[in-house]
């Protein structure tokens, strides 16, 4: 489930309408209060986006890995008068998801502007858990089966040079 509620209650609420297994939030949440969701959700796992911005971004990752299951890094900027929240199709500074892959012990996954074209960088750059993608696989608004072919040779091509 992706939730962009900040409060915990509003999570709690909008999880008992889908009964998933995991939620992504999207944005930073109220106070930081994890416990309460952990409380009321006790067999979801958290996975908090953290929007890489600068050297903060590093900070708050770390400090916010102590609470949740996953992190995922993303190129949004929730600090805008109108909220990016992610789904921008833009890289960030991969220089800093290394940092925070370094500096936490939990699963990262990475998203932000990941195409056919950067995957193998972004791979040898954070060495994340996974990667998260969206716009670069659409075409129109829909899943482009092309695209995502493209991606996964993309992949598969960096693993076949790394892993033989």
Same mark, same amino acid.
């Given at each position: 489930?992706?939730?962009?509620?900040?409060?915990?209650?509003?999570?709690?609420?909008?999880?008992?309408?889908?009964?998933?297994?995991?939620?992504?939030?999207?944005?930073?949440?109220?106070?930081?209060?994890?416990?309460?969701?952990?409380?009321?959700?006790?067999?979801? !796992?958290? #996975?908090?986006? =953290?929007?890489?911005?600068?050297? $903060?971004?590093?900070?708050?990752?770390? /400090?916010?890995? !102590?609470? #949740?299951?996953? =992190?995922?890094?993303?190129?949004? $900027?929730?600090?805008?008068?109108?909220? /990016?929240?992610?789904?921008?199709?833009?890289?960030?500074?991969w220089q800093l998801s290394k940092e925070i892959r370094n500096s936490i012990s939990i699963p990262l996954f990475l998203a932000g502007g990941l195409n056919k074209n950067n995957v193998r960088q972004a791979i040898e750059t954070v060495q994340p858990f996974g990667l998260d993608l969206c716009s670069s696989v659409?075409?129109?608004?829909?899943?482009?089966?092309?695209?995502?072919?493209?991606?996964?040779?993309?992949?598969?091509?960096?693993?076949?040079?790394?892993?033989?």
């Open positions: 489930m992706l939730s962009s509620e900040t409060k915990p209650q509003e999570i709690s609420s909008h999880y008992r309408r889908v009964n998933t297994n995991t939620i992504q939030i999207v944005d930073e949440l109220e106070k930081r209060d994890y416990e309460t969701i952990r409380n009321q959700l006790p067999n979801v !796992k958290l #996975v908090q986006v =953290i929007h890489v911005i600068n050297d $903060n971004s590093v900070k708050e990752a770390h /400090e916010i890995s !102590k609470y #949740v299951d996953a =992190i995922l890094l993303d190129s949004g $900027n929730p600090t805008l008068s109108v909220k /990016e929240l992610g789904v921008t199709g833009r890289t960030h500074n659409r075409t129109n608004g829909k899943l482009d089966p092309q695209k995502l072919k493209e991606f996964f040779e993309a992949i598969e091509e960096h693993a076949a040079l790394n892993y033989p």
